[in-house]
């Protein structure tokens, strides 16, 4: 692990189709059911839509994103840097990644995300 | 039927004169008692009333008893009886009985009814006892001479009611049968002798007796004219008494005499009845049944005559048939000699056919048989190739789990070969970044690389066999397995066909067996037919010589006929009456 | 930025992508390695396949064929690690030739997209290759692939 790495205090595991995605707990403000107004994760990835059943919404303030399923991973854990090649992708709210489980995981920040997102849809809408 | 109406009222016509009888005893006996009796004042009257009343009521009994007997003849004379054989010897046999039971009845009832006269006289008027005495004795005395009357005038009545009885449809031998003969004319002739004797010695005995008495008698003697009357009376039934014995003598044996007579003749055919009794009677019957006897011997000789003649004339006639007949089978026979010969030859044909149909039999059963095991080998061959079939996908199958296991090591070294490339790899790279000094330790990682390459090249070229040869092993199981299907199919096949064989092997034995049978039987029968063949020629020859004696027999049986004519001639005569 | 044909005299690590080959300069290529399974990163562009983590670094994978709009049907077994200032890049490869010398020219293959960041043409003992201008395609990465 690289001296210049972050630890952070838990993620919120999300799957999201067959990709994964990581939160920071302190990002979400509730799960909640999924509203329409919520973009859905699977749009960063190939623009899937949404499992019905098992669907949760990560309310952050007015926004929030839908996921197919979600667990909370509580123990610290290093972030990775994002490699320079990436620091450009989702407006910049990608964080780094977190090894969980032998698998990578990338973290975005919710609210970057969440602006990131409205101002893509704003800009597509104008 | 004119036959039944002569037998009408002959019942009582029968019995009529034997009442005669008893009234002609009973005028004896009224006359000798008024003649030798000297009846007290006042009992004559009582006398006669009851003589009248007891033989009047006794000849009722005894008429009544004899028509109660004679019931066939009186229903047949009715009309109430059907004149069948049966009935009519019936009635012959109660008529012929009637004499003898007139006797009888006339005996009992004139002596029963002089005794009862004699009982009831004294019950009505004062009579001597003398006198009652003398009454029985009358009475015993013309019993007798009533009963023989009866009996002797009952006989010419019994013969014409035997006469109507045949008229009737009696058979005249049934007749003969029905009554028979008794031979008792002797004791009959001494009995009547005796009673035609003794009645009147004792009658007249009993008037010497009671005349001599009156005579000593004051004033005794009395009139003649009773002793006149009775010895009249008398000797009128002694001589009705020999008149009929003479008549049951005399008039059957006239008879016989002409039945003798008429058969000497040669009148014979019919026998008729000759009524009589006793010794005639059965000399009667034996003369019918001769003349029965004769008629039947001459209607044999006749007819066996007339069938010589009709044979030997019919014979005379065959014997030219029959000679032209020879003749004609002797032709026949040698046209049939030609068809036996022929019918020899074919034999001869068909035993030559039997035995190569035989020999051909016999080569069907060893094909069959041939055949038969090598369907047997062909079915162990099946299950041999069956065998080697299951032992090839067996192997087949061990091979592919081998293959397996090489494809899995070859994975293996390729992976090592892939990381020794990727080693290799980085150390030529390392190498390079070293400049001169890393120089040998990339030539040696580049050589590495080249053997890592060599090893994963020649472990794709042993994958790439590894698939072909599991490709090619699949096939190999699936046509194992579809080989393994095909020599079951194969050696059901087999062994139906090694089971049709069988059957085949069997039939072909039974049929060589018959055909042997039939060759066999041919051969006999061709045997037989040469025998056939030399049996019709001696029976042709035979059939000749039989020809020429029946020409030969031609002139002896015109000589026979011509006599056998004259001897039916002779008998024709004998019979025609 | 000048070409230099001296510079092609240094060894280059020659790899194909599909139909291509090209060429990074040994000193920058800092592995080759075999790819493990990839994270696929949200919002990112189709050229950048996945990431992995390789020495307690995330690396991101670029697939050149993509990249150059040839995308291939199947995968990458290999990758072609490269370093520079810029960070470290995983470049997919096809097959992988070694370490050779090379021939030709560095002039710029194109004006825009890849084709600003390679130069020839050059040649190797395997055929003509193109030979990546590391810092520059850093840069072209690093702007978005734009």
């Given at each position: ?36 107004k ?64 032998g ?9 970057a ?14 | ?64 008893l ?27 046999r ?7 039971v ?150 059957p ?41 004769l ?56 035993a ?5 149909v ?19 080998a ?14 090839i ?18 994975e ?14 980085n150390?030529e ?59 079951d ?61 029946s ?12 006599v ?6 002779a008998?024709r ?5 | ?11 280059h ?12 300069p ?113 840069d ?7």
């Open positions: 692990m690289s001296a210049t790495d972050t630890v952070v205090e838990g993620v919120v595991l999300c799957r999201v189709g067959g990709d994964r995605l990581a939160v920071l707990p302190s990002d979400v403000v509730g799960v909640e059911l999924p509203d329409a919520c973009p859905y994760a699977g749009s960063l990835f190939d623009g899937t839509t949404p499992s019905p059943a098992d669907a949760r919404l990560l309310r952050h303030e007015l926004s929030g994103l839908v996921v197919d399923a979600l667990e909370v991973h509580a123990e610290p854990l290093s972030l990775m840097r994002v490699p320079p090649a990436l620091r450009w992708v989702v407006g910049g709210a990608l964080m780094g990644f977190v090894q969980v489980g698998s990578l995981w990338p973290v975005v920040s919710l609210p995300l969440s602006r990131h997102l409205s101002a893509r849809s704003g800009a597509v809408r104008s | 039927m004119k036959g039944v109406a002569a037998l009408e009222k002959k019942s009582r016509w029968l019995t009529g004169l034997s009442t005669v009888a008893v009234f002609a005893g009973l005028a004896i006996a009224v006359v000798y008692a008024v003649a030798a009796l000297s009846f007290p004042p006042g009992t004559r009257l009582v006398f006669g009333i009851l003589v009248v009343v007891i033989s009047v009521g006794f000849n009722v009994a005894g008429d009544a004899e028509q109660r007997r004679l019931k066939t003849l009186r229903g047949l004379g009715d009309g109430t009886i059907a004149p069948r054989p049966q009935a009519l010897a019936e009635a012959a109660e008529a012929a009985r009637s004499p003898d007139s006797f009888g009845l006339v005996l009992g009832l004139v002596g029963g009814g002089a005794v009862l006269v004699a009982v009831t006289w004294p019950l009505f008027c004062d009579v001597p006892r003398a006198t009652v005495l003398r009454v029985g004795f009358i009475g015993v005395a013309v019993a007798p001479l009533t009963a023989v009357m009866a009996n002797l005038i009952a006989w010419p009545r019994v013969r014409v009611v035997l006469r109507a009885l045949v008229e009737a449809g009696l058979p005249v031998d049934a007749a003969y049968a029905a009554v028979p003969a008794r031979f008792e004319l002797k004791p009959r002739l001494v009995l009547f002798a005796g009673v035609a004797t003794l009645t009147p010695l004792l009658l007249v005995a009993d008037m010497a007796v009671t005349r001599l008495s009156k005579l000593a008698e004051p004033g005794g003697g009395g009139a003649m004219w009773p002793v006149l009357v009775l010895g009249g009376l008398v000797l009128v039934m002694v001589a009705a008494c020999a008149s009929l014995v003479g008549s049951v003598l005399g008039a044996l006239a008879e016989l005499a002409k039945e003798t007579e008429r058969l000497a003749r040669g009148e014979y055919g019919q026998p008729r009845l000759v009524p009589g009794e006793f010794e005639t009677w059965a000399a009667a019957g034996g003369i019918a049944l001769l003349e029965v006897e008629a039947n011997t001459t209607r044999r000789v006749a007819e066996a005559t007339s069938s010589i003649v009709t044979s030997t004339t019919d014979l005379s006639s065959g014997r030219s048939e029959h000679l032209s007949a020879a003749e004609e089978q002797s032709a026949a026979l040698a046209a049939t000699t030609a068809t036996t010969e022929e019918l020899a030859r074919s034999a001869r044909q068909i030559l056919n039997a035995q190569r035989s020999e051909l039999a016999r080569g069907t059963l060893d094909a069959a048989r041939a055949g038969k095991s090598s369907a047997d062909f079915t162990g061959a099946m299950q041999q190739v069956r065998e080697g079939n299951q032992a996908a067996d192997s087949v199958v061990r091979l592919n789990k081998r293959v397996q296991q090489v494809g899995r090591i070859i293996f070294i390729n992976g090592i070969a892939d990381k020794s490339d990727l080693l290799a790899l150390a790279l390392e190498g390079n970044k070293a400049g001169e000094v890393g120089r040998g330790f990339s030539l040696v990682a580049a050589e590495m690389r080249r053997l890592a390459e060599s090893v994963m090249h020649s472990t794709a070229e042993i994958a790439r066999l590894i698939e072909e040869i599991r490709d090619a092993t699949n096939a190999a199981v699936m046509a194992t397995e579809a080989g393994v299907k095909a020599t199919a194969g050696a059901a096949l087999a062994q139906r066909v090694s089971e049709g064989l069988a059957r085949i092997v069997e039939f072909a034995n039974l049929s060589s067996d018959a055909m042997q049978s039939i060759s066999l039987a041919t051969g006999q029968q061709q045997a037989g037919t040469d025998q056939l063949v030399a049996s019709m020629a001696d029976i042709l020859n035979s059939t000749r010589a039989a020809a020429d004696a020409r030969a027999m031609e002139s002896t049986h015109a000589e026979l006929l011509v056998t004519k004259e001897l039916d001639g008998v005569q004998e019979v025609k009456p | 930025m000048t070409p230099r044909v001296a510079e092609l005299h240094r060894g690590l020659v790899f194909s992508c599909g139909a291509s080959l090209y060429a990074v040994a000193e920058t290529a800092a592995e080759v390695v075999t790819l493990p399974a990839l994270t696929r990163v949200p919002g990112a562009p189709v050229h950048l396949v996945g990431v992995f983590a390789h020495r307690g670094e995330v690396l991101p994978v670029v697939d050149l064929a993509r990249l150059s709009g040839r995308p291939l049907d199947d995968g990458f077994k290999r990758a072609v690690l490269v370093r520079s200032t810029g960070g470290a890049v995983a470049l997919t490869a096809t097959k992988v030739l070694g370490v050779s010398q090379l021939e030709g020219q560095q002039e710029r293959l194109g004006d825009s997209g890849l084709q600003a960041h390679l130069r020839g043409p050059a040649r190797a003992p395997a055929g003509e290759v193109a030979v990546i201008d590391t810092d520059g395609f850093f072209f990465l690093a702007r978005g692939g734009a």
